[in-house]
């Protein structure tokens, strides 16, 4: 792993700019803070993908509730990020649609699903390398960002405003998740776990109705699983929606409100964690036992 490398740019200087980097309400100020559960967000009606003459999800429904943490499992090649694509607009379904708020996210580019306010990480980390830790969230940011491609050429004034809102809020939420003190350095310099930290900031900088996470826990040790249940379980008490892709069935069962099993493309099982962990078929699935077999 790299040593991380200091950073050129001065966080003073940024404060001589009239930056301020307390954290506030700089990290999604227009969004309304909820952690009560509440009514079907998103929807996934009758999803069905197939690729050639394999169906890789087939007739997938299932409800993400405004103000939870779902979990979505399965054993490998159970269709789990097949279905977070065709919901990110990724794929497109075979048939079936997903509905955001009531209505339909079909047919959209990813970015346009990303302002409707599904955001995601990746399996594989996909941070911009050369960029520093918190240009990778003004990024995210500039999803937000209302000036036209004239206004950010010209310097007019409603961009400069944006521009310096964006480092306000990029420093908030680098904060938010535990590493604003490695702001400026390159993030190809972070340490893994800090790089999936910052791949969480930068989604979070869609400001999103959903948070989709994408196996956040795969590489870290025990401790940082530890400490990304509890990040994970900030992010929802912030007020957000949380999707999990997850193997770790410890953290999985550790962090969330209800679990979606998926098996061979198909939903199998839908409820709490505690019935989750003893359901026949989930048990069945995972152990590779006949469903007669399992006590």
């Keep these: 792993m790299s040593e991380a490398i200091e950073p050129e740019i001065d966080i003073d200087a940024l ?42 999800l087939d007739n997938v429904s299932f409800d993400i509730n405004r103000g939870e943490i779902l979990g979505l499992i399965g054993p490998n090649g159970a269709g789990k990020t097949t279905c977070f694509n065709a919901m990110t607009g990724v794929y497109k379904p075979t048939s079936g649609k997903v509905l955001l708020e009531g209505k339909p996210l079909n047919g959209l580019a ?27 969230v003004v990024v995210g940011l500039d999803a937000r960002h209302k000036t036209s491609v004239g206004g950010a050429l010209f310097r007019l004034p409603t961009h400069t405003r944006e521009e310096k809102t964006a480092v306000e809020r990029g420093m908030a939420l680098l904060e ?26 930068r989604a979070l900088a869609t400001d999103p109705k959903v948070l989709c996470l994408d196996e ?19 992010i929802r008490n912030d007020g957000y929606t949380v999707l999990l892709i997850e193997h770790d069935m410890k953290l999985v069962m550790g962090v969330t409100d209800r679990i979606v099993v998926l098996e061979f493309g198909k939903k199998i099982a839908d409820a709490v964690p505690k ?17 007669d077999d399992v006590a």
Excluded: C
Aim: no cysteine.
């Design 216 to 234: 956040p826990a795969a590489g870290f040790n025990p401790a940082e699983k530890e400490e990304l249940m509890a990040l994970i379980r900030t």
């Design 275 to 291: 019935v989750i962990r003893d359901d026949p078929k989930v048990i069945s699935a995972y152990l590779g036992e006949p469903e």
């Design 176 to 201: 938010f998740v535990g590493i604003a003190d490695h702001a400026h350095f390159l993030s190809r310099h972070l340490p893994y776990g800090y790089q999936r930290r910052l791949e969480i900031a």
């Design 15 to 56: 404060k001589e700019q009239g930056v301020d980097l307390d954290v506030a309400e700089k990290v999604a100020p227009e969004r309304e803070i909820s952690v009560e559960v509440g009514d079907a967000l998103v929807q996934v009606q009758n999803l069905t993908i197939k690729f050639g003459g394999l169906t890789a």
């Design 110 to 136: 990813q970015h346009k699903i990303t302002r409707r306010g599904l955001a995601r990480t990746f399996q594989n980390i996909r941070l911009f390398g050369e960029m520093t830790a918190l240009e990778n």
